[in-house]
């Protein structure tokens, strides 16, 4: 293969940032076999437990008798199945949105929804730790783009006074919980921002979906009040592929936001329908996860998560507070962030570790994630596996 290619893989390998995968051979009950071994899983983002739940089985095995393994085209050609049309109008329900709309991804969601949404002339206001797939979306739709420091409304205000002037169309963009960090996006804050200056608001809400809120539709839910005077301009981001146990991203809005999604959006246009045992699958996590069921699993999830972080700061370990599922443990290097996983692997309990690029530069961390399956066993299983931070431990990288 091409040198360039040799020394780049080399250069990652050098600063311990090459990955690799390893085949999941089975999982239950919050546990994956990896490799010949069953580990404790706090790395999945299965909130709610349901990847493994009979009930979706069965409705994607009926699903795939019925209407076949694969949606066989575009949505707008011949792939949006009645299953993919039922999960729609179910997510519209519970998320009390006039209209949802299913991608292939909660990435091809964002994507399309930022890139259809704003463009040339536009100004696109981010938050500086938000996903991925939104900052590729501001990538790709050509707008100025703008990033505020993270979850800093103050910051925000100061762009917005500076930049929304002589702007065609104005979008502020912000995961709702931020996925390597647990921490909330200031909605309310966001929200009265985007009403002052008449821009859009999008809000992805992959990581709050099934966990917050009564009905557990996520942190909108918490701050209807505050979106409601938005109307239109409000647009949620969300993903099948996490809480809901499924795979594909949705997004709620209004039925003329929709409409023109539909028509412009090109991940949407250019893709796939969602699998017909896809959608049918998270169409009954829907239901689960807005029956009384799912609200005891997300008051345990929570519980869990705030018992982990009191008990790992009492070791002395730097936690930063979140009131999510999603609890990291911030380590500094990304050689002992490592180390610590590898710790933890043998110890039969599987937490990565999380490196730059995908966290800032110093701030390489252990990620756990709670979820349904998780028992306090398991989370003191894990504090216990963790002990105390080692003395003088190098926190830069
Ligand atoms: C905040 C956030 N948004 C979007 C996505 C993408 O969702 P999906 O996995 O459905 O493509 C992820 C998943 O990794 C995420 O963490």
Known sequence: MSDWIDEALAQRRAAGLVRVRRAVLAQAGGRVRLAGRWLVNFASNDYLA???????????????RRYGTGATASPLIVGWSKPMRALERALADWEQC????CFASGFAANL?????????????FSDELNHASLIDGCRLSRASVQIYRHADANHLADLLAQHAAGAR??????????????DLAPLPALAELAQRYGAMLVLDEAHATGILG???????????????????????????????????????ASKQVVRY????????????????????????????????????????VLALAGELQTRLRARGWTVPATATQIVPIVVGSTPRALDLS?????????????RPPTV?????????????????????????????PPVNAPAAE
Do not use: W
């Open 98 to 101: 006039p209209r949802a709309l």
């Open 360 to 388: 800032p530069a110093g701030t390489a961390r252990l990620r756990v994630s709670l979820t349904a399956a998780h028992t306090p066993a398991d989370v003191l299983a894990l504090v216990e596996a963790l002990g105390h």
């Open 50 to 64: 349901l990847a493994t739940d009979p009930r979706l089985a069965r409705a994607a095995a009926r699903a795939a």
């Open 261 to 300: 999604l539909l028509n412009t959006a090109r991940p949407y246009i250019y893709s796939t329908g969602l699998a017909p045992p896809v959608a049918a699958a998270a169409r009954c996590a829907v239901g689960i996860a807005r029956s009384p069921e799912a609200t005891a699993s997300r008051g345990r």
């Open 112 to 124: 399309g929804v930022v890139t259809a949404l704003a463009g040339r002339g536009d100004v696109i």
């Open 169 to 182: 169309r104005l979008l502020i963009v912000s995961d709702s919980v931020f996925s390597m960090d647990g």
């Open 342 to 354: 590898r710790h933890l692997a043998r110890a039969g309990l599987l937490v990565p570790a999380i």
């Open 214 to 252: 009564a009905q557990g539709s996520g942190l909108a839910e918490l701050h209807r009040d505050s979106l409601s005077p938005l109307g239109e301009r409000f647009v949620k981001v969300g993903t099948l592929s996490k809480a809901l146990g499924s795979q594909g991203g949705y997004v709620c």
